[in-house]
């Protein structure tokens, strides 16, 4: 059981991407799920979660630019990402949402990097 992250890539500062991740499995109907990104040097960090239901929490870091939404029909989630800056390049990962474990193994996650 597994989850593929796409989209990533090269952003300029300000410049947008969306990142999609689809999870293998009829749980992910039923599961609250979240993207987490890892900067080099740095651990893993939450960055939003939507439950089941579609009510959405995001860190303060990404409030007003990012949007996470979901497609239950495509076992896909979705990050939206506007006005990059380059304090959002990481490698970005999705998995369930809390990690206590993660109903996922972890997928490769999808590089971001922001840079003129």
């Known amino acids: 059981v597994q989850v593929v992250e796409s989209g990533g890539g090269l952003a300029q500062p300000g410049g947008s991407l969306r990142l999609s991740c689809l999870a293998v499995g009829n749980i992910f109907r039923t599961a609250n799920m979240a993207w987490y990104r890892q900067a080099p040097g740095k651990q893993r960090e939450l960055v939003a979660h939507i439950s089941d239901g579609g009510i959405t929490t995001y860190t303060d870091s990404v409030k007003g630019r990012f949007t996470i939404s979901r497609d239950n029909a495509k076992n896909t989630v979705y990050l939206q990402m506007n006005n990059l800056s380059s304090e959002d390049t990481a490698v970005y990962y999705c998995?369930?949402?809390?990690?206590?474990?993660?109903?996922?193994?972890w997928g490769q996650g999808t590089q971001v990097t922001v840079a003129s």
């Open positions: 998995n369930s949402f809390p990690l206590g474990p993660p109903i996922w193994s």
